[in-house]
Structures are given as structure tokens and as C-alpha cells.
């Protein structure tokens, strides 16, 4: 393979992989040199297929980027052995010369060898001590890279030799692989729980040893110490120091203690960031006896099948009461065991589910060796509706109740591991998806669509909206913004093509600078234009699950801003950001930030020079019950008191919720407003105008020293209309007909005629 010194003049190494077959990625390159070993690109999809000639030109033309990878695995048919011992390179170099006939390339860093060869066969990457072996998975930096101030070079130039898999084992051997995989599943596998710290100091000595990496024993000794209920400041206080006076690789830099110390401090702070793993069902403890931990693929598989829900229930109820498996049982067996936490009927469902093949869940067809039946002395047997003799007998169906392995292999589902349900969890079957519904969100908080959510327990979007609010799992919606300009006003439908297309508009909107919602319409988005204002295309995504926590009475009866990008947030919920560039498209990100914050409660900012916004979590609303009665604030009761008496026309709790939105100084102006417009007749509509007015008294208070958006007006819903109390007026003319006096008699029996008032109120 020919390479020159000036790699990037002429790029034939990087066509060279590329025409031998072999997937080759840009690196990020530069000055850094762990930075610029990174791949410049998601590579994922280069595991599994080569680089057309159009993408490495897009790449590499430009002559920017200084370095390329070359993927290893299947997709090139190629493994490469990165020494990084040099002593352990001239001991392998001695050991195996007859298989250094092929592509070896010097390593930039170390000066130590990349040895490559073709495989025929999967290798995945692995790591041992002295060097790493890259398969699938990995790639390692091309021959002609440049990295700062260091080149990685071709030192035998021979085509790329095939490794047959008995040389492949050979060399396992030697550098003592297999040996150091054993070992690492015989330690992980044994329980941690009741080990000291010396223990696990051991263990971080070993990983150190095994994968010549300190960051990652770190990594690994930490997760362990969290999944077997360690405490963060346990493992700080264990680990830390060690790794801060752990001495580094031999040609690697060293650093002060502090730097080490910091470092350990940032990798035990990101391995507590997820939660602990949960162990699957074949681990869990014995003395957990009270719940069952079926695997969630099986129910979840289960729950799509019809009746299934009954079958699930009846397998975590059998698996709490320590139900035998795999022993032939009959139906009245099964019920008497339930009994109390299933009905028959439900037990009948459940036993008589059949899957997609027709193959029976429960039932044995034939029964294997049934259990014996006690002889009788009386000729016949009394039946629900009939009797049956002595000699007739009566047919008997036999069931079993599967293991965990046989219900994953019937049901072709893999094992996974399986939330903790109790016998209150399995008592019916709204309760059963709700406890599976929550578990979900309590394990792994995050983004869900609610089709995803309900299609999981088989239930419509609305039931898992009713969950929601009788679960206390609450919700942070997420936004996709795009600003719009004169350039790509185009993308914005006209009002007659959404009605012409049937367009649907669910979940997007237009966004104004002073934070109002506007229907999504061209027309609208042009008027706001030529108004030199700016706006944007708001698209709802996907939201954001967490189950709520406790909170202070205070923090619940916070007022919530109605800014269209708040919500509710419980203490420990991390708090997200949202940056929102003018560029033609501008996707909002929420971005994770730290897990623990103070619930203090907010709204969103928009900065009008840079157009950031930071969102920050808030409380939920007053309740419609709060403005029944009056203001804390005298002043503030007042005041509302005298909109009531101004206007005319607004009800004494929008006054009190008028006020509390917009504060006391922007009202107060806005009564002085309408007072002096009223005397001047200008006012159609005093509480309408009051609203209006008040809210730009607010912005312009308020919003152009924080740049807060205004909050919005929630008027109280009118009452429920009772039935009509209409009394048609007495001087109508069916009234004082003679035909309608004479029926008014006939009805009353009276042969004087009732006053019409007293007759009216009868009637009406």
C-alpha cells in the first residue's frame, strides 16, 4: 500500500482501503490528541457498510481534515493488534514472525505497532494488558493521519494477510485473553453486597491491570458499588484518593494529584447519574418473597394478546404465592390457590389463552401422568345442571403453569428483567397496568410518545392520560422552534390549503417575540412580518415523564406561568435548557442538566439580542376554589373591588384572578384608563378592555427589565346552564284568548279564573 509523506496531497491510502473492501471514517484531527482520535461523524452506519466514492470526496477533498479511520470488524473483514508495550511488541514480533507478513503501521503515540489481518469469522474488540484488539466495534487511526505532533506510518508495506482461526486462538493464548475474560466474569458474578472496602480496592487493582486503564477500573468498580447499593459518598470516599495516587501507563503523561482527584470525582458523579441496573429474574434474591419480578417482555408480550391481561395477571399472582411450575394442576386446584385475589371467571380467561400459532398457554394436550382421582362410593355426581352416573365419566382438563425460560420461548420474547408487583398490584386489572404504567416512569424517567406509552399495557392515549393524573406522573412537553423570515415564509400553509388538504395543525402553532400563540397561517406569520415583529413555528414534540414528588404546601399553591413552554416540576427533576438561534431551522434541544436543583419556581426569559431561552420549572395553578373567597392582600381585595364597580360587566373572581395575574401597579393603572375612557363613552367593552390593557401595562412594567413574556389571563369557565326559566310575557295574545281561558279552567278544575301572576308561577 503506497504512502508518502504527503498523505493528504494525493489521499491514495485512504482509496486504497476503500478499493480493498475495508470502512473508513474522518477523524476530528487538530492539535488534541485524544480529541482528534474521535470520529467526526456518527460512524455507527460504517459498521455496517462501506463509504461510497462521493461520501469520502465530501470528506476529504477540501484537504481540512488531517486524519481518517480505518473501521474494523465484519463490515471490512479486518482485525488490527495495538500494541502498546513496546516490550510486549518485541516478544510477540519474536513469537509470531511467521504472521508479520502483512500491513503493520506505527502508531503515532507510543511508536509501537498496529498489526493487521483478514478474519473470515466475528472478532469483537477487546482489551488486555499491554494493548487493545480492535474488531467490531472499533476502528483505529489510518497510516499517513497527523494528529499535532504526531504521524502514524507505514513500517511493512505487504498486502493485508488472512488469520485462520487456529492462528487467531494462538494468539489469544499468548497475550492471555481468554484467561483475563474468565477471570473478570468469575468476579463480576459473585455477590459484592456484604464485601468490604478492601475488597473492592482489590477488584480496582485488577481492572487496572486488565484493561491498562485507570479511568475505565474506575468506571467499572463504581457501577458495581452502585448496583449493589453503595452510596455515592461510600464510593468517594473509597475510591477517589486510590485513583488520584494511581501512577499512569508507561509513555503516558503524569498528573498532579488534584487534576486525579477531579477527574475521579467527575467519573463517580457520572456513574450515579443513572440509576441503579436491576438485576433480572434469575438473580433476584430468595427472601424477596412478597412480590413478583416477571420478566416485562413477557408481560408486555402477553398484554397484546386477547384476554391476556387475565394470563399475566394469574402468572405474577401464581409467582407471589410460590405457585409450583412445570406441575400439572386442574382448574379447581388453581382457583382454591388464588382464591381471594382472582375470581374463577378470570381464571377461566386466563387459563384459556392461545397464541398467534394456536398453541395453548396453560392447558396439556394430552394430560402427562394426571394426578389420581379419589374413587367414590356414590353412584352419581352431582353437576351444575344435571347429574351423571357412576359409570359415565366426567371430562377433566389439566394444566401447568410455565417457567420463565418456557414462556420466553413460546412467546419469542428475550428475558429481561421485571418490576417488583405485589398481590394489591394484581388484584384487578386497571390496577395491574397502572403499577406496570408506573414502574416504567418511576425506573426510567424520561421521553415517551403516549402512543408508545399506551400501546405497552394495550390501552387507548386517553386511558394513559387518566393514568397520569391518578398516578401523579406529570409531564414537561418539548418544542421543535424554526424561525420564520421572508426566506422560508413559503413553508408556512395558507389558511386555504389546510382547509383544502385537511391539514392537521394538532401541536403546532406560531410564536410571536411578546410570547402570544397564534394559529398557524401563512396570512398570520406575513401580517407579524410586515409589523417588524419577530416570529416563529412552534411544533410540540414529545413529552417529558417523571413521577411527581412530594412537595411544600407553598410550592404547591405557586402560581404557574402560561407560557406555552412551562410545566410543573418536582424537587430532583433536572432542569432544561433551550438555545434558539437565527438561522433558517433551529431545532430546541432539552438538554439534561444537573439531576439535583432547588424546585424553585419560574418562567421562561427570552433575550431579545441573543434569543436565548431558559426554562426553568414552575408551580402548578390556583385552584378555581381560591378565588371564591377574598384576597390575602387587603390592598389587593380592594382594588379588585373597585374593578368589579368600574367595569360592570366582570364577575368579582375574574377581578381576583385579574389581579393576581398582572400584579397590583399594572391594575391600578388600568382602572385610572378606563375610568377617564369611560367618561368619554370610547369603551364598548370594560372587561374586555381591562384584560387587554392590563396585560400591556404588565409588559411594559415588567418584561423590558427581565424579559419575561406576559403571563395569560385564565377567566373563570361559566357555570353549567340550568334549565330554562323562561315566562312568556302576560300580555301576549295566546294569554288573553278566550280558547286559553276556557283550558286554564278545565285544567285547574276552577270555575273562577287563577290570576294570571299566580298561574304563572304554578306553571313556571
Known amino acids: 500500500m503506497p504512502v508518502s509523506g504527503g498523505f493528504f496531497d494525493d489521499f491514495r491510502s485512504i482509496f486504497a482501503f476503500q478499493q480493498l473492501g475495508c470502512s473508513v471514517i474522518p477523524l476530528i484531527g487538530g492539535n488534541d490528541i485524544e480529541l482528534g482520535k474521535r470520529a467526526a461523524l456518527p460512524w455507527s452506519v460504517y459498521q455496517k457498510r462501506i463509504p461510497s466514492l462521493s461520501e469520502l470526496r465530501n470528506w476529504f477533498m477540501d484537504k481540512v481534515r488531517s486524519a481518517y479511520g480505518v ?51 466475528p472478532v469483537c474488540s477487546r ?21 499535532g505532533d504526531h504521524s502514524w506510518r ?56 486488565q484493561y491498562q486503564s485507570r479511568n475505565q477500573a ?83 408480550a402477553l398484554l397484546a394478546q386477547p384476554d391476556g391481561i387475565a394470563a399475566a395477571r394469574l402468572l405474577d399472582a401464581a409467582r407471589i404465592i410460590r405457585l409450583p411450575e412445570n406441575t400439572i394442576l ?65 371430562t377433566r382438563l389439566f394444566y401447568r403453569i410455565p417457567d420463565v425460560l418456557t414462556l420466553c ?13 405485589s398481590l394489591e398490584d394484581v388484584s384487578n386489572a386497571r390496577r395491574y397496568r397502572q403499577a406496570l404504567h408506573q414502574a416504567l416512569i418511576q425506573r426510567r424517567p424520561g421521553y415517551y410518545s403516549q402512543r408508545l406509552l399506551a ?25 421543535e422552534e424554526t424561525p420564520i423570515m421572508w426566506s422560508n415564509l413559503m413553508q408556512v400553509p395558507t389558511g386555504a390549503d389546510i382547509h383544502r388538504h385537511a391539514i392537521r395543525t394538532g401541536g403546532r402553532f406560531l410564536l410571536d417575540d411578546r410570547g402570544k400563540r397564534w394559529p398557524l397561517k401563512r396570512e398570520i406569520a406575513e401580517y407579524l412580518l410586515r409589523q417588524k415583529r419577530r416570529v416563529s413555528q412552534i411544533i410540540q414534540g414529545v413529552n ?19 407560557n406555552p413552554l412551562t410545566a410543573t416540576a418536582p424537587v430532583g427533576m433536572p432542569t432544561f435548557s433551550v438555545s434558539i438561534q437565527q438561522t433558517e431551522k433551529s431545532v430546541v434541544n432539552f438538554q439534561l442538566g444537573c439531576p439535583e436543583i432547588a424546585p424553585e419556581a419560574a418562567s421562561i426569559r427570552s433575550n431579545r439580542d441573543s434569543r436565548v431561552v431558559e426554562q426553568k420549572m414552575t408551580a402548578k395553578p390556583r385552584s378555581k376554589r381560591y378565588f371564591h373567597n377574598a384576597l390575602p392582600d387587603a390592598a389587593a381585595e380592594q382594588l379588585a373591588q373597585q374593578v368589579v364597580s368600574t367595569t360592570g360587566n366582570m364577575s368579582v373572581y375574574n377581578a381576583r384572578r385579574l389581579v393576581e395575574t398582572f400584579g397590583y401597579q399594572a391594575v391600578k393603572s388600568t382602572v385610572r384608563k378606563l375610568t377617564w375612557l369611560k367618561r368619554q363613552n370610547h369603551v364598548a367593552n370594560p372587561a374586555g378592555f381591562m384584560v387587554t390593557a392590563a396585560r400591556v401595562s404588565w409588559l411594559n412594567q415588567v418584561q423590558f427589565q427581565s424579559g419575561e413574556p406576559a403571563p395569560k389571563f385564565e377567566a373563570e369557565p361559566r357555570g353549567r346552564e340550568r334549565g330554562s326559566t323562561y315566562v312568556p310575557p302576560q300580555s301576549d295574545p295566546l294569554w288573553q284568548s278566550d280558547a286559553y281561558q276556557e283550558w286554564r279552567s278545565a285544567f285547574f278544575g276552577l270555575d273562577n279564573h287563577l290570576p294570571l301572576a299566580v298561574e304563572a308561577e304554578i306553571l313556571y
Open 218 to 300: 474506575l468506571f467499572r468498580v463504581g457501577c458495581l458499588m452502585r448496583d449493589h447499593r453503595f452510596s455515592q459518598e461510600a464510593v468517594m470516599g473509597t475510591l477517589a484518593g486510590l485513583h488520584a495516587m494511581q501512577s499512569a501507563r508507561v509513555n503516558q503523561r503524569q498528573e498532579s494529584y488534584s487534576t486525579r482527584y477531579a477527574e475521579a470525582l467527575r467519573t463517580i458523579s457520572s456513574v450515579f447519574s443513572r440509576p441503579a441496573r436491576i438485576k433480572s429474574v434469575s438473580d433476584q434474591n430468595d427472601t424477596d418473597k412478597n412480590v413478583s419480578r416477571l420478566p416485562n417482555s413477557v408481560r408486555e
Open 330 to 394: 386442574t382448574e379447581a386446584q388453581i382457583c382454591s390457590s388464588l382464591k381471594g385475589m382472582m375470581c374463577r371467571e378470570t381464571v377461566r380467561k386466563a387459563l384459556a389463552v392461545s397464541l398467534d400459532d394456536g398453541e395453548a398457554l396453560f392447558r396439556i394436550f394430552p394430560p402427562e401422568n394426571p394426578p389420581a382421582e379419589a374413587d367414590t362410593d356414590v353412584t352419581k355426581i352431582r353437576q351444575k345442571n344435571a347429574f351423571l352416573s357412576g359409570g359415565q365419566k366426567q
Open 71 to 121: 473501521v474494523c470488524g465484519q463490515v471490512s473483514r479486518l482485525i488490527v493488534l495495538d500494541l502498546d508495550d513496546s516490550s510486549l511488541a518485541a516478544r510477540f514480533m519474536r513469537r509470531f514472525s511467521h504472521l508479520l507478513d502483512t500491513l503493520i503501521v506505527q502508531s503515532g503515540v507510543r511508536s509501537t505497532p498496529h498489526i493487521y489481518w483478514r478474519v473470515d469469522f
Open 154 to 209: 507505514v513500517i511493512a508495506d505487504d498486502p493485508i494477510r488472512a488469520l485462520s482461526p487456529e492462528e487467531f486462538a494462538t494468539v489469544l493464548t499468548f497475550l492471555h485473553v481468554k484467561d483475563s475474560e474468565n477471570s473478570q466474569a468469575e468476579i463480576i458474578s459473585t455477590d459484592l453486597s456484604h464485601k468490604s472496602e478492601v475488597d473492592f480496592i482489590n477488584l480496582y487493582h485488577y481492572f487496572c491491570d
Open 544 to 562: 417529558y415523564y417523571w413521577c411527581a414528588a412530594t412537595t411544600s404546601s407553598d410550592a404547591e399553591e405557586a402560581h404557574i406561568s402560561a
Open 409 to 421: 420461548e413460546k412467546l419469542q420474547v428475550s428475558m429481561t428483567g421485571g418490576d417488583a408487583l
Open 455 to 479: 400501546g405497552r399495557v394495550n390501552v387507548s392515549k386517553r386511558t394513559i392520560r387518566r393514568y397520569n393524573r391518578q398516578l401523579g406522573v406529570q409531564a414537561q412537553p418539548s418544542y
Open 127 to 147: 482489551m488486555f494488558p499491554g494493548g487493545d484488539l480492535k474488531g467490531d466495534g472499533g476502528y483505529v487511526v489510518g497510516p499517513g493521519s497527523s494528529i
